[in-house]
């Protein structure tokens, strides 16, 4: 019965595939992101942690319009990258990267923003008397010990990477082997005659592929907690 | 060796202090909460003054008129604080080396051992913060401040966290230092018998004002 597929195979790694290059691309964004909320006080501030949020919230097909709108070939931003740079996100599986991308941003940007506060700002300054300038404050202190909790952010975003639907396939459509994720080819199988047993292998797939996320995130967390009391 | 002459509103409490000395070991003496840790990190450039000057060996390292703040990693201090604070993702070697790593200096090995010698903590290289007594936890931070070759030495209160038992533990390390290192300290305290011990000047602090200033003997 646990026979998979060529077609679901082609799913399963384009899920993959479209998954890892998202959450890479996100995740330095995200620590950005996550050391600027944490450690710094600005005008602006709660506006900005809504937005990160807003994917979270907002309908998944909306997020997915509108990034139609903005990085389709006729979108403002879409259109500058097609004709400048050659790079295109419409209907093809980068612009499924990046709809993963967005949509799993609040969920990594979460882990590492908590880590980083956690950390005791008495170390950063420590290490700023021993004669570290704050970037180098940064990578040698701030970042090592926000590690586990980066790599759990990393974890979480790729989970919900790789489940993404609504905004994938409003802006890439479900086109196999090129944007048809296991979520997109789910749905499709179980409009499909016949297509139960399919759909269901993918199912299980799925299935495994988040708890495995899961529990890499949790332990992640733990060796956080112990990083931190220098055991 | 260090003048300051700074003013500090911190919340209702007004820190106000002026002194200037060239003692080996400047005890800064008062209660808690006298001003004593905000003065300090302002000579470490971690808290900035309202007003004022700060000049640590010829450098001016803070004046408010002329709009100069050196920031901390530029003053070339080490500072020890009440709680250690090693770094918990670094073993005690690395924590050792992490001043010298920072500054871009070259290797050391005679300074590096005589250091070590000094504080006893050769055998701990390889452990981690966590793994570490209390005393053995201030003795590496001592020694992580030194090796990053400071011109001034900061001691807050260093043994104030420490039972009695290693408080006499620590204390002939530190006078082995002021005798031996040569390098000039400021060491604060609230505990008289302490800072007779290894004060060669005392400031007396009292609710944000320099209130006397002279050898040990102004702590009787």
């Known amino acids: 019965?646990?026979?998979?597929?060529?077609?679901?195979?082609?799913?399963?790694?384009?899920?993959?595939?479209?998954?890892?290059?998202?959450?890479?691309?996100?995740?330095?964004?995200?620590?950005?992101?996550?050391?600027?909320?944490?450690?710094?006080?600005?005008?602006?501030?709660?506006?900005?942690?809504?937005?990160?949020?807003?994917?979270?919230?907002?309908?998944?097909?909306?997020?997915?319009?509108?990034?139609?709108?903005?990085?389709?070939?006729?979108?403002?931003?879409?259109?500058?990258?097609?004709?400048?740079?050659?790079?295109?996100?419409?209907?093809?599986?980068?612009?499924?990267?990046?709809?993963?991308?967005?949509?799993?941003f609040p969920?990594?940007?979460?882990?590492?923003?908590?880590?980083?506060?956690?950390?005791?700002?008495?170390?950063?300054?420590?290490?700023?008397?021993?004669?570290?300038?704050?970037?180098?404050?940064?990578?040698?202190?701030?970042?090592?010990?926000?590690?586990?909790?980066?790599?759990?952010?990393?974890?979480?975003?790729?989970?919900?990477?790789?489940?993404?639907?609504?905004?994938?396939?409003?802006?890439?459509?479900?086109?196999?082997?090129?944007?048809?994720?296991?979520?997109?080819?789910?749905?499709?199988?179980?409009?499909?005659?016949?297509?139960?047993?399919?759909?269901?292998?993918?199912?299980?797939?799925?299935?495994?592929?988040a708890l495995?996320?899961?529990?890499a995130a949790e332990w992640f967390a733990r060796r956080a907690t112990a990083r931190l009391h220098g055991n | 060796m260090l003048r300051v002459d700074i003013e500090k509103q911190l919340g209702e409490f007004t820190l106000a202090a002026t002194f200037s000395s060239e003692g080996r070991v400047i005890g800064l003496f008062g209660a808690s909460g006298a001003g004593k840790?905000?003065?300090?990190?302002?000579?470490?450039?971690?808290l900035r003054p309202d007003r004022g000057t700060i000049v640590i060996d010829g450098e001016t390292?803070?004046?408010?008129?002329?709009?100069?703040?050196v920031p901390a990693w530029r003053r070339r201090i080490g500072y020890v604080f009440q709680d250690a604070r090693l770094f918990p993702h670094l073993n005690v070697a690395q924590n050792l080396d992490y001043g010298r790593r920072m500054n871009g200096l070259p290797s050391d090995p005679a300074q590096h051992k005589r250091i070590i010698d000094l504080l006893d903590i050769g055998a701990l290289q390889g452990r981690r913060p966590g793994k570490l007594s209390g005393g053995e936890r201030q003795r590496v931070a001592l020694g992580r401040a030194l090796l990053s070759k400071p011109r001034l030495l900061l001691l807050d209160e260093p043994l104030g966290a420490l039972d009695e038992g290693r408080k006499l533990e620590i204390l002939p390390y530190l006078v082995r230092l002021r005798d031996e290192a040569n390098v000039p300290m400021v060491y604060v305290s609230h505990d008289v018998a302490e800072l007779r011990q290894l004060a060669t000047q005392i400031v007396m602090l009292k609710e944000g004002r320099v209130t006397s200033f002279g050898g040990v003997k102004v702590l009787t």
């Open chain 1, 1 to 104: 019965m646990f026979e998979i597929s060529p077609a679901e195979w082609t799913a399963i790694l384009l899920s993959l595939r479209v998954a890892v290059v998202a959450t890479l691309v996100a995740t330095p964004f995200g620590i950005a992101l996550a050391w600027l909320l944490a450690r710094h006080d600005f005008w602006g501030k709660s506006f900005l942690d809504a937005v990160v949020h807003l994917p979270l919230v907002l309908p998944p097909v909306v997020t997915g319009y509108l990034l139609l709108l903005t990085f389709g070939r006729k979108g403002l931003i879409g259109g500058f990258l097609a004709d400048t740079l050659g790079i295109v996100f419409a209907f093809r599986w980068t612009g499924a990267a990046l709809a993963c991308g967005l949509m799993s």
């Open chain 1, 107 to 209: 969920l990594l940007v979460r882990p590492m923003r908590l880590s980083i506060e956690a950390i005791d700002r008495k170390l950063e300054q420590a290490a700023e008397t021993l004669g570290a300038a704050p970037w180098k404050v940064f990578f040698t202190v701030t970042l090592p010990l926000a590690l586990p909790g980066v790599l759990a952010g990393m974890v979480l975003g790729f989970a919900k990477a790789i489940g993404e639907f609504g905004a994938t396939i409003t802006f890439v459509s479900n086109i196999p082997g090129e944007t048809q994720t296991i979520s997109s080819a789910i749905y499709s199988l179980i409009q499909t005659p016949d297509g139960d047993a399919a759909a269901g292998r993918l199912v299980i797939v799925s299935i495994i592929l």
């Open chain 1, 212 to 215: 495995g996320a899961l529990i």
């Open chain 2, 37 to 46: 840790s905000s003065l300090v990190n302002m000579i470490a450039g971690l």
């Open chain 2, 61 to 69: 390292v803070d004046d408010t008129a002329a709009g100069i703040h």
